[in-house]
């Protein structure tokens, strides 16, 4: 069974500049999950959908970041304009329902590192 | 609010001996998961193991098991038989309707 696959591996940008992750969850998982993950940190959730609805996004920073998964598959994460505080590795997850709605294992991609410069 | 806790920003083992990392967390639901996952230097996560709360049998993998006590909320995870390649960052994560990760475990295992 394939995993999550993600692209690109390593993206360097200029402040202002913006930039642009891609997703492909593991066939069959309906829930997808976007994290940041500063160096030093445990991985913070950034936006989670539900096929191809939104379930939460109260973190994700909607002046400059936004995220949208077309027909409940493939999902991509943009951020725009990029700031400093941006570099991270952005790390995308996905997962079946658990029992009562509650969140299952998740499986993770190997993340994209991005350094803003 | 769920919060996740490592208490131990930093362990070390030998190899071929047993380490056990900790991590205690605080949450209202009735149902929910505990992972430990491992991020090695590459940053991707691995699932090292499960534990569904409604079970009371502590999860095994390999070398790897936990104790999983409900009442006191903690999720301790034991390395038996630790190998080189188990050095890594461990997270602790709790799963309600959200992945809550606790700070991390850097582990080291010298020769």
């Known amino acids: 069974e394939a995993g999550v696959a993600q692209s690109p591996r390593y993206k360097i940008i200029e402040k202002r500049q913006s930039v642009a992750f891609w997703c492909n969850p593991i066939?069959?998982?309906?829930?997808l999950y976007w994290y940041q993950q500063i160096l030093g940190q445990g991985p913070k959730l950034l936006i989670q959908?539900?096929?191809?609805?939104?379930?939460?996004d109260s973190q994700l920073p909607k002046d400059r970041f936004s995220a949208e998964r077309l027909k409940g598959v493939d999902s991509t994460l943009k951020i725009q304009p990029a700031k400093l505080e941006d570099s991270a590795v952005y790390l995308c997850?996905?997962?079946?329902?658990?029992?009562?709605?509650?969140?299952?294992?998740?499986?993770f991609g190997p993340g994209t590192r991005l350094t803003v410069l | 609010a769920q919060t996740v806790t490592q208490s131990q920003p930093e362990m070390s083992v030998q190899e071929a001996e047993t380490v056990t990392l900790s991590c205690t967390y605080d949450t209202s639901e009735s149902d929910y998961y505990l992972f430990w996952y491992k991020q090695p230097p590459s940053r991707q996560m691995i699932l090292v193991i499960r534990?569904?709360?409604?079970?009371?049998q502590n999860a095994t993998e390999n070398r790897f098991s936990v104790n999983f006590q409900k009442a006191a909320k903690s999720f301790s995870l034991k390395i038996s038989d630790s190998q080189l390649g188990d050095a890594a960052m461990y997270f602790c994560a709790f799963s309600g309707y959200a992945l809550n990760f606790g700070k991390g475990t850097s582990l080291l295992v010298t020769p």
């Open positions: 997850a996905s997962s079946l329902e658990g029992l009562a709605g509650v969140v299952d294992t998740q499986y």
């Open positions: 066939s069959g998982h309906a829930t």
């Open positions: 959908f539900q096929n191809n609805g939104v379930v939460d």
């Open positions: 534990q569904e709360a409604y079970k009371q």
